[in-house]
């Protein structure tokens, strides 16, 4: 029984299509000609122009950047990538200061037929792209236009733009790295040269020259001398015991055992004299104290030194940025005028047209039948009623009438 409906309805569905062809035909072929009319007489074609940039790597083996990363450890995290570039080179072209030179450059307010510069900088904006390639080592700059040279010279003045803007963006951000590296490496050299002071004084003042090799060698001159004491002590206990008290022998003995004795102790406390500045070995008792000292001073030189190794290149590096005028883009392709049009993709569209036209034209030849429907059953419906009324009023008529006869 389903079958039997379902043809019923697949042969109804024919004979609408059969019934109603001429419409399907009409408006199929109506629209086809006016996509056709609009695509090859009307609507404008585009074309389009690409280049491709990549940034110099002369610019980033010599910027500052490069010069912290080589620096510091690990490369420096990351910093001055190539990717980053890019990403910079997107943001200048996407500017208002960059369309606005290009738009002023082609008189573009009057070819796009727009009153304001901002609606022409936005139409401008809508006719450019500009991407990452894939491999995002290289940047994208692609024109469209109604001509092809303009289109080529559009896309190749982007980047003579783009150039210009990122060497003055550059020569800016130099001169302000050069200012702060320069106030900072005078500070830097005074701060050296007042370490170096201190610590020269503080030499002078105690004796310190080289305080570990000075150290080592007083151990050994005190462990001498501590060896010499106890031979000495040794020889007068000999001596008191094979020759007499008063012996001159044991007077000069003890004599040199006082001497060394003295001297130990100057190695150990220090001399108690006004010559004690210009002794050569420092006092054991004063060594860790003196060590200190000595540690930070020359750890105070050793900083500025090394602040001094890392601020002189990038100083340095900052006045040659500062001055430089040559290129900061290397162009990998220039654009050049295109032989066919891009867009709008004339076959293609029109084909679109024609399957949607088809579709939409079947739809409305069963919307016409199902209106048509409707009418036939409003007006079988309003015949039934007035059958109806008619018949009641003949029977109402043939009622009274026999009523009256009988009567």
């Not at 943001?91 to 727009?114: G, M, P």
Request: net charge positive; with cysteine; hydrophobic share 45%.
């Amino acid at each position: 029984m389903y079958n039997d409906i379902k043809e019923v309805n697949l042969i109804e569905y024919a004979y609408v299509l059969i019934k109603r062809r001429k419409i399907i035909f009409w408006f199929t072929g109506i629209i086809i000609l006016i996509s056709f009319i609009l695509m090859f007489f009307i609507l404008p074609r585009w074309y389009k122009s690409k280049t491709v940039i990549i940034p110099p790597k002369q610019k980033a083996q010599f910027s500052i950047s490069s010069v912290l990363r080589n620096m510091v450890p690990f490369g420096g995290f990351g910093v001055g990538r190539g990717s980053d570039e890019l990403y910079n080179y997107i943001a200048i072209i996407n500017s208002r200061t960059c369309l606005e030179d290009v738009v002023d450059r082609f008189d573009l307010k009057r070819r796009y037929k727009e009153k304001d510069v901002t609606d022409a900088i936005k139409e401008l904006q809508a006719n450019i792209t500009v991407d990452l390639s894939t491999d995002e080592v290289a940047l994208e700059i692609i024109a469209y236009d109604t001509d092809s040279l303009m289109a080529a010279n559009i896309a190749n003045y982007l980047v003579e733009v783009l150039n210009k803007i990122y060497l003055n963006l550059m020569v800016q951000e130099a001169k302000s790295n050069r200012e702060f590296l320069e106030q900072r490496y005078n500070q830097n050299l005074t701060d050296l040269k007042k370490a170096e002071e201190n610590l020269r004084d503080f030499q002078k003042r105690f004796a310190v020259y080289a305080l570990p090799e000075q150290i080592k060698a007083a151990v050994q001159a005190a462990a001498e001398i501590k060896s010499r004491v106890i031979a000495k002590e040794i020889e007068i206990g000999i001596l008191r015991k094979t020759v007499a008290e008063d012996d001159p022998s044991v007077y000069q003995t003890k004599l040199e055992l006082l001497e060394l004795n003295k001297k130990l102790g100057e190695l150990k406390y220090g001399n108690t004299s006004k010559q004690e500045d210009h002794e050569v070995f420092s006092p054991f008792q004063k060594t860790p104290e003196l060590g200190m000292q000595y540690i930070r001073h020359f750890r105070d030189v050793e900083i500025q030194q090394k602040l001094a190794e890392i601020l002189f290149p990038l100083y340095e590096q900052a006045k040659i940025e500062e001055h430089r005028d040559t290129p900061t883009i290397l162009i990998l392709d220039k654009a050049v005028p295109a032989h066919k049009p891009a867009k709008p993709r004339r076959v293609l569209i029109i084909l679109l047209v024609a399957i949607s036209s088809f579709i939409i034209s079947i739809f409305l030849v069963f919307f016409i039948d199902f209106l048509f429907r409707v009418n036939v059953d409003l007006r079988e419906n309003q015949n039934n009623k007035l059958n109806y009324i008619a018949s009641q009023l003949e029977w109402r008529r043939f009622f009274f009438l026999d009523k009256k006869l009988k009567n």
